[in-house]
Structures are given as C-alpha cells and as structure tokens.
C-alpha cells in the first residue's frame, strides 16, 4: 500500500471521521504503529525530553532531530511522517525555515513538517507551502515559546480564544493542511474545529477536534508525572522495571541463561 497523504487527512474531515497521531522517535515503535494502522506520526521535538533528557524543547537541534526523523520514516510503509521543526530553526526568516524544512525532507524523508505559531509564522507557511512543503501548525500551548508563556498552562481562556481564532483561520489561509491546537478549552477548540476546513489536531483540547495526538511515552506510561490530558494505555515504567529486576534475580541466582538460552 500506499503512505497517507495530506489530501487522504483533508478527505476524512469531509467524512467527519476522527483519527489519531502519535509521535515517534525510532524505527521499532514507528513499524508498530504503522501497523496497527495510525495514519500520521510525528517526530516532535518532544525528542528534546523523552530522548534527549532536557527539560524542555528549547534545547533540541536540527542535527538531533534529523537522524530520529530519517528512522521513524524507514520504520513505517504507510504512514505520513510530519517532522517537527525546532526552536531557532524557522523564526529568523523564510529562507531559514525552508532550509530546514529541505534538510527533513531531503535528509531524514519526512513528508512534512510542522512549526509553531500563529500570525508570527506566517511568512514561513507561505514560503514553505508555495515550496511544496505540507505545513502543520501549532498553536495554543507552544511548548518552545514555554519563556514567554510563563509555565505549561491552558492557553486561549477568555479575549485570548479569539486570537487562537483569528491565527487558525490565518494559517489555513497560508496553507497549512493541518493545526495542532494543545491545552485550550474544548469549546475553543471545537469552535475552531467547525470554523476551519483544514483538520485540527487536539491534545489536551477536549473531543471535539478532527484527530487526537499523544507523546507515546506519555501514552504508555513511561513518563512519570503525565499532564492531565494523557490517557494511560499501558504501564510500561512499571513493566520495564520488574522485567529490570526480574532480569537481575535471575542472573544473581543463575536462573538465566537456562539450557534453552545455550549453545552447546
Ligand atoms: O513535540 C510534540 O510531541 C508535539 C505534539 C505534542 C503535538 O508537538
Ligand atoms: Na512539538
């Protein structure tokens, strides 16, 4: 079969059917997912925390993303890979966020990328778009903005909601295929959902988006203090550790390797 494809996800907004998006961040989840049928995978530069280690998204690069990018598009056959661009490599300028966006396509194979902001960003959209790279937008809590915002909290209560309003409807008319809308209240997001043609993607934004998206390590439990709009579909911290211990015990005791594990 063939990968999804930008006009596939402008279909399923036609049909009213709902999808879901998880991030990926290397060949073996990204082949899982993939077959378990998720349309869409995002390398985020949620990589800075989950692979990284940092304490937010400011930190990640280019160059650290592009190799978990070039993997998450191997690992899958049929999914679009959209590659988060980071922070400091498309606010300069349309020129800089093209040259980044070439280098995901070109070096890592991602279908599309995605950056965040509003009417701030929409130069690079068009030049991106007009380039013939599919957009996905961002806004309501931008994690790389995390200085200005003050802290992770709900974006788009109050005046601020017709801004989030106004910046949807711009990026749609820049071209984006698609807008990520995180932590904003669902009658928001929902208003912004019925008022765009192009597909919202919520997290933490109530039910009433086009699709959902998860961290996977949020998802399987192997963050440890996960934000309130995570659903747990596994407990993986809890796995990996007793199968850690487990492990241990076994070649303390020498339980392991057994004669089945041997080569004679
Ligand atoms: O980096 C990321 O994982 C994201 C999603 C949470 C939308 O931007
Ligand atoms: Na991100």
């Avoid at 349309?94 to 902001?117: D, I, N, T, W, Y």
């Avoid at 788009?156 to 295929?177: N, P, Q, W, Y």
């Avoid at 309130?228 to 596994?234: E, I, N």
């Avoid at 550790?241 to 487990?246: F, G, L, Q, S």
Wanted: hydrophobic share 45%; glycine share 10%.
């Amino acid at each position: 079969g063939r990968r999804v494809t930008v006009r596939d996800i402008a279909a399923a907004k036609e049909r009213h059917e709902k999808w879901p998006v998880l991030t990926a961040y290397d060949a073996m989840t990204a082949r899982v997912f993939d077959e378990a049928g998720i349309p869409v995978l995002l390398v985020g530069d949620s990589a800075a925390m989950v692979v990284y280690g940092h304490d937010s998204t400011v930190p990640v690069t280019v160059d650290d993303l592009l190799p978990l990018t070039a993997a998450v598009v191997r690992g899958s056959s049929r999914a679009l890979v959209v590659a988060d661009l980071p922070f400091g490599s498309y606010q300069s300028s349309p020129e800089q966020a093209l040259g980044s966006a070439v280098r995901f396509m070109k070096e890592a194979g991602a279908h599309a990328v995605k950056l965040e902001g509003g009417r701030r960003v929409l130069p690079q959209v068009e030049a991106l778009v007009s380039a013939g790279v599919p957009v996905m937008g961002h806004l309501g809590l931008t994690p790389q903005s995390v200085n200005v915002l003050g802290g992770y909290r709900v974006q788009g209560r109050g005046e601020s909601g017709e801004e989030l309003m106004k910046d949807a409807k711009d990026l749609e008319r820049a071209g984006a295929f698609a807008v990520v809308l995180e932590c904003v209240p669902a009658e928001l997001a929902e208003r912004v959902t019925t008022s765009l043609s192009i597909p919202t993607i919520g997290i933490g934004a109530g039910p009433g988006t086009d699709a959902q998206v998860l961290v996977w390590q949020d998802f399987m439990g192997l963050t440890p203090r996960p934000a309130r709009f995570v659903k747990r579909y596994g407990d993986l911290a809890g796995d990996l550790d007793r199968a850690a211990r487990a492990f241990a015990a076994d070649v303390a005791t020498g339980a392991f390797p057994a004669p089945e594990h041997t080569y004679t």
